[in-house]
């Protein structure tokens, strides 16, 4: 499954994956880190094409304790205490804990809490926007956001912007003034785009 424009420009445009190298450290060997900060990015994709590969090592359980952790958080349900709680105790048993050199004591999980973590109920809705709703209180999540802003000029360029504030300075109005008119105006219905200043400006899901 590829990545569609959008999310193909953000990518491009921001820092949501990033590749850093590590010098080495005493007599360890110098590394590379993969960071991807966007959990929708790390599970509809990252996972989805680590579970295409076979792994031969016990990084395949690592997998395993990650894709659990990772379907949590993008579920919201780490929100709860008991599962966050559960995704904490989950960490302590994985990468260098599960080496044969590892010599600090190592608390597995049994089968229940596994299965507890595995069918832990989402806190959270997506929204077709990018935006996440509370399930609970029905507010939107303000920081959970995983969009850019397609605006339409009057003769029709079209500008693509990767955050609210950047939208903004180009329509010509604050940030709280195009956010209300995207949460407003789009809030319940079909049609996404809404007129500020003569610009079409939407919000659209990436990832």
């Known amino acids: 499954m590829g990545l ?3 999310s193909l420009y953000k990518l491009r445009n921001t820092s949501t994956i990033a590749v850093t190298s590590h010098k080495p450290r005493s007599k360890s ?3 590379v880190s993969l960071v991807i900060k966007n959990v929708r990015l790390l599970n509809n994709y990252f996972v989805a094409l680590l579970e295409s590969m076979a792994f031969l090592t016990k990084k395949g359980k690592d997998f395993f ?4 952790t990772c379907r949590a958080v993008y579920n919201g349900s780490h929100r709860i205490e008991e599962i966050k709680s559960l995704i904490i105790k989950l960490s302590l048993t994985m990468n260098n804990f599960r080496l044969s050199t590892n010599k600090n004591p190592v608390e597995l999980l049994s089968k229940y809490e596994i299965n507890k973590l595995i069918d832990a109920s989402p806190t959270v809705v997506d929204l077709s926007d990018g935006r996440q ?6 507010k939107i999540l303000g920081q959970q956001t995983s969009c850019v802003f397609e605006l339409q000029y009057p003769k029709r360029e079209i500008f693509i912007a990767n955050t609210l504030s950047e939208a903004a300075n180009y329509v010509g109005v604050s ?6 008119h995207l949460d407003y105006d789009t809030a319940d219905s079909g049609e996404r785009y809404v007129v500020i200043n003569n610009h ?4 659209v899901c990436v990832f």
């Open 29 to 31: 060997k110098p590394s």
């Open 200 to 203: 079409k400006v939407k919000r």
């Open 133 to 138: 709703r509370d399930i609970a209180t029905q």
């Open 4 to 6: 569609d424009y959008y």
């Open 175 to 180: 940030v709280d003034t195009i956010t209300k």
């Open 65 to 68: 304790d990650f894709k659990i």
